[in-house]
């Protein structure tokens, strides 16, 4: 089994930045592709961006892309979301998740891709 537990979550006034970490425990991630969602309240989970299993590509959904930048590091088992340029819109709790599907590359942006999840991190923006 794989446990995730985010961190780096606050409060920051648009336009600052934020660094979230996801740090794996009990199962190393290192060949998971993993991914970021966001979930604001009363609306549904949606997806953030994605790596692969060794950082070569990243994809980003495109409300993020520019400012959010996914890295990992595979000897730490842990994975990043750097928030920069952040905006009132990305309030949200910051969910962090691993796959382990052959196919993932096809539907990265659906939550019933990844297999396990953390339990989220409260990311609130101030304008």
């Known amino acids: 089994q794989v446990q995730l537990v985010e961190s780096g979550g606050g409060l920051v006034q648009a336009g600052g930045s934020l660094r979230l970490s996801c740090a794996a425990s009990g199962r190393t991630v290192s060949n998971y592709p993993m991914g970021w969602f966001r979930q604001a309240p009363g609306k549904e989970r949606e997806f953030v961006g994605a790596?692969?299993?060794?950082?070569?590509?990243?994809y980003y959904a495109d409300s993020v892309q520019g400012r959010f930048t996914i890295s990992r590091d595979n000897a730490k088992n842990t994975l990043y979301l750097q928030m920069n340029s952040l905006k009132p819109e990305d309030t949200a709790v910051y969910y962090c998740?691993?796959?382990?599907?052959?196919?993932?590359?096809?539907?990265?942006?659906?939550?019933?891709?990844?297999?396990?999840w953390g339990q989220g991190t409260q990311v609130t923006v101030s304008s």
């Open positions: 998740a691993a796959s382990h599907r052959t196919d993932f590359m096809s539907y990265i942006i659906y939550t019933g891709t990844y297999d396990y």
């Open positions: 790596v692969t299993w060794n950082g070569g590509a990243t």
